[in-house]
């Protein structure tokens, strides 16, 4: 039998093996649970000394109910069959300190073999897990043993794990020792509870969450340079189906570890072809593994467990223990925490049922609102003149309304065509502004050489050469918000039919506009269509179709 006190034992080697880093009183020491500490890292207690950390997450908007700024695009209109783009809204489970918005709380590490130990014993894993080598693992020593403690907990079902978050629930929350909730963050001085998290939570925050909303890379397929994959992610390319300890690699922007690679990870929902719609089937996990090719890895990529998989072989039905698959927890609060909490949500929904709902992806798809409405309209035909053949008497009536119903129809497809011309028209506006902004710079590079040149023959030049810097330093910033404006309309009018963009383009160009500005409704024509077709905004190609049309166009 197996010693109960080992899991305390563990803890104590794993310390002494590992050494504390220098300390601040912003950054806990280094321990076998969190071998990374940074700024931030909230620590939550576990059995045996042993401890689990987690990052917060900040959400944009301060509204409970909705927010334009939470509305995000998930997804990868490049990836595969299960990754197409989504627009969503995120949301936090916790109000931030300063009151304003919401905070999501995640693991910074994936969930290790240690911290299961810790909860549920030796024991315990040794029956749940189906890894072969498992059995070694109590005659292991230094550092091999703090390695084998540290690994992602993998290899075991998925209602091991849910087991495993349970019991951990129920330690924090014993009475006897209020001590354990201290670090919890509170809804109305209710305190969370762990969970796993939902994809739309995973997703947000590998991508980078608000930081990278900000900075215009949140729709990147990953959330840094895939020259620093390897710095940052154990893929098959570097890891050959070998899981490794957790905090190896670099933290991502946001100060978590091997959210990509390494283990996939399980989330809370049940797995869809898409994430709001198709049949229900597995566990969606994410991330990736070491048996991910670096190629695949991205941010948007899923995939689904199946928690009970058939075996063909043996004609049954198994429990799916995966050797790359494994789990990273969340912190969670109930929606309605008490009658005052529940009194706010009520008061604030009749505004955004009236002001907000019908704008966000849960009150509209992605197509135009108003294409919908015509297509509801057109919907009504068949309904009417069934009416009128199985009510002739009220023949008079119902032409009537039919003929309604038909106007209705035209002004709604003469308001979309105005829509769509007014959108590629302030499009195009945009579009121009940048290219001529891209000559310009064009003209400064030459005058920096030519400045630099001198300046390296005379001082006196010097200063002339930081004034041209200035200049491009500024046009650069005019590019790419020129840039930012021109990708919002672009989107925008991915969402119209496209024969409503056709006129719309067709007829600015009927206008006979000059040069430039016709060149940049062609390049608008298929930025358009494009972003109708994948369902993803791509600036960096749109810049370099701008770059190249104009970089040394002459107007005139």
């Given at each position: 039998m197996i010693n109960r006190r080992l899991p305390l034992f563990i803890a104590l080697l794993l310390t002494l093996l590992i050494g504390p880093l220098p300390a601040t009183a912003a950054v806990p020491p280094a321990t076998p649970y969190n071998p990374r500490p940074a700024e931030g890292d909230l620590i939550l207690p576990m059995p045996g000394e042993a401890e689990m950390v987690f990052r917060?997450?900040?959400?944009?908007?301060?509204?409970?109910?909705?927010?334009?700024?939470?509305?995000?695009?998930?997804?990868?209109?490049?990836?595969?069959?299960?990754?197409?783009?989504?627009?969503?809204?995120?949301?936090?489970?916790?109000?931030?300190?300063?009151?304003?918005?919401?905070?999501?709380?995640?693991?910074?590490?994936?969930?290790?073999?240690?911290?299961?130990?810790?909860?549920?014993?030796?024991?315990?894993?040794?029956?749940?897990?189906?890894?072969?080598?498992?059995?070694?693992?109590?005659?292991?020593?230094?550092?091999?043993?703090?390695?084998?403690?540290?690994?992602?907990?993998?290899?075991?079902?998925?209602?091991?794990?849910?087991?495993?978050?349970?019991?951990?629930?129920?330690?924090?929350?014993?009475?006897?020792?209020?001590?354990?909730?201290?670090?919890?963050?509170?809804?109305?001085?209710?305190?969370?509870?762990?969970?796993?998290?939902?994809?739309?939570?995973?997703?947000?925050?590998?991508?980078?969450?608000?930081?990278?909303?900000?900075?215009?890379?949140?729709?990147?397929?990953?959330?840094?340079?895939?020259?620093?994959?390897?710095?940052?992610?154990?893929?098959?390319?570097?890891?050959?189906?070998?899981?490794?300890?957790?905090?190896?690699?670099?933290?991502?922007?946001?100060?978590?570890?091997?959210?990509?690679?390494?283990?996939?990870?399980?989330?809370?929902?049940?797995?869809?072809?898409?994430?709001?719609?198709?049949?229900?089937?597995?566990?969606?996990?994410?991330?990736?593994?070491?048996?991910?090719?670096?190629?695949?890895?991205?941010?948007?990529?899923?995939?689904?467990?199946?928690?009970?998989?058939w075996d063909a072989d043996r004609a049954q039905v198994l429990e799916r223990r995966s050797f790359n698959t494994g789990a990273r927890l969340a912190i969670g609060a109930n929606v309605v925490v008490s009658s005052a909490q529940r009194s706010r949500i009520e008061q604030e929904y009749e505004a955004y049922r009236t002001e907000l709902r019908r704008s966000m992806p849960v009150g509209r798809t992605l197509d135009n609102r108003v294409a919908q409405a015509a297509g509801q309209i057109s919907d009504a035909d068949p309904i009417i003149e069934r009416l009128i053949e199985q009510n002739p008497q009220l023949h008079e009536s119902l032409a009537a309304i039919q003929a309604l119903t038909i106007n209705a129809r035209e002004q709604l497809e003469l308001a979309q065509r105005e829509a769509a011309r007014s959108l590629a028209q302030d499009a195009a506006r945009n579009g121009v502004n940048l290219s001529v902004y891209l000559s310009r710079l064009t003209r400064l590079a030459t005058t920096l050489d030519s400045a630099r040149r001198l300046a390296e023959i005379s001082t006196r030049y010097q200063e002339q050469v930081e004034a041209v810097e200035r200049s491009i330093a500024e046009l650069d910033e005019a590019v790419s918000m020129q840039l930012q404006a021109y990708g919002e309309k672009v989107a925008s009018l991915g969402d119209y039919q496209p024969e409503h963009l056709d006129m719309a383009i067709d007829f600015l160009t009927e206008q006979e506009p000059p040069r430039r500005e016709a060149m940049v409704l062609e390049l608008l024509r298929v930025h358009a269509e494009t972003f109708a077709e994948q369902r993803r905004p791509d600036r960096d190609t749109w810049l370099e179709d701008f770059r190249s049309s104009f970089t040394d166009f002459i107007d005139g």
């Open positions: 917060s997450v900040a959400v944009p908007g301060g509204g409970f109910w909705a927010d334009q700024d939470r509305t995000i695009q998930i997804g990868d209109a490049t990836g595969g069959i299960f990754e197409g783009l989504q627009r969503t809204q995120i949301s936090g489970s916790f109000p931030a300190d300063n009151g304003e918005g919401w905070l999501i709380y995640l693991a910074k590490y994936e969930l290790t073999q240690g911290q299961f130990i810790a909860v549920m014993g030796m024991d315990a894993l040794m029956s749940a897990s189906g890894d072969p080598d498992i059995e070694s693992l109590p005659g292991l020593q230094g550092r091999a043993l703090r390695e084998a403690l540290m690994q992602p907990l993998s290899f075991v079902a998925y209602h091991d794990v849910v087991a495993f978050i349970h019991r951990y629930n129920q330690w924090l929350f014993d009475p006897e020792h209020p001590e354990r909730i201290t670090a919890l963050p509170r809804l109305d001085d209710a305190p969370g509870f762990l969970r796993l998290p939902t994809e739309q939570e995973w997703e947000y925050v590998v991508r980078g969450g608000l930081p990278a909303l900000r900075a215009g890379s949140f729709n990147d397929p990953l959330p840094f340079s895939p020259r620093q994959l390897n710095e940052h992610a154990w893929h098959l390319g570097n890891a050959r189906h070998q899981i490794r300890p957790v905090g190896l690699r670099a933290a991502d922007g946001l100060g978590f570890h091997d959210l990509l690679g390494n283990v996939q990870e399980m989330t809370a929902g049940l797995f869809r072809p898409e994430i709001w719609q198709g049949k229900p089937g597995g566990v969606a996990v994410r991330g990736g593994s070491v048996s991910t090719p670096a190629t695949e890895l991205r941010s948007a990529l899923r995939a689904e467990l199946d928690v009970y998989a």
